[in-house]
T-cell receptor, first 112, second 112 residues
Framework: QQQVKQSPQSLIVQKGGISIINCAYE??????FPWYQQFPGKGPALLIA???DVSEKKEGRFTISFNKSAKQFSLHIMDSQPGDSATYFC???????????WGAGTKLIIKP | DAGVIQSPRHEVTEMGQEVTLRCKPI?????LFWYRQTMMRGLELLIY????????DSGMPEDRFSAKMPNASFSTLKIQPSEPRDSAVYFC??????????FGPGTRLTVL
């Protein structure tokens, strides 16, 4: 029940296209859902996060869509650029607990 | 702020040797996390401190691994004796009450 399942494992998208990465969770006590971006040789960095009181959050070309009833959330990258090529991790946690439960990661490659 | 600082950035050692990884969290953050990242196992939480106290060490692989946080500005992860299967990138991250975890640049450990 603590798992966060992420898909796909890898994704190739043409420049200008939409990249979509999906995550699912089981624990309904989770109330914080961040996405982290990791470039090779670097540590993960927070990209965007959402709490379950909203269904969507947008920051620039990055959008999180959240479906509470389905216990799913997804990251959409609009107008994908080669600089977006990285590994993306979803995660979840409870407000009362700082520990993040991580997805397995998605390696995204944007083809020029 | 300089962000989370980790040292060394790279460590190459021989099997059986003791390895000590160091971390300086962001000033004011009260939670500190040690992670291990490998291709096979992804991002694994090893141990989590809150206010310098170890809260969850269930991810520590075995007794060869130990972690300390003697004060709010310093933590160590020690492996003694090291084995080739310990080769990985080790990340330290810190956070405040806002849940966002800030990662250091990591230490790439190679055990020959």
């Amino acid at each position: 029940q603590q798992q966060v399942k992420q898909s796909p494992q890898s994704l190739i998208v043409q420049k200008g296209g939409i990249s979509i990465i999906n995550c699912a969770y089981e624990n309904t006590a989770f109330d914080y859902f961040p996405w982290y971006q990791q470039f090779p040789g670097k540590g993960p960095a927070l990209l965007i996060a959402i709490r379950p009181d909203v269904s969507e959050k947008k920051e620039g070309r990055f959008t999180i869509s959240f479906n509470k009833s389905a216990k799913q959330f997804s990251l959409h990258i609009m107008d994908s650029q080669p600089g977006d090529s990285a590994t993306y991790f979803c995660a979840a946690s409870k407000r009362s607990n700082y520990q993040l439960i991580w997805g397995a990661g998605t390696k995204l490659i944007i083809k020029p | 702020d300089a962000g989370v600082i980790q040292s060394p950035r790279h460590e190459v050692t021989e099997m059986g040797q003791e390895v000590t990884l160091r971390c300086k969290p962001i000033s004011g953050h009260n939670s500190l996390f040690w992670y291990r990242q490998t291709m096979m196992r992804g991002l694994e939480l090893l141990i989590y401190f809150n206010n310098n106290v170890p809260i969850d060490d269930s991810g520590m692989p075995e007794d060869r691994f130990s972690a300390k946080m003697p004060n709010a500005s310093f933590s160590t992860l020690k492996i003694q004796p090291s084995e080739p299967r310990d080769s990985a990138v080790y990340f330290c991250a810190s956070s405040s009450i806002m849940n966002e975890q800030f990662f250091g640049p990591g230490t790439r450990l190679t055990v020959l």
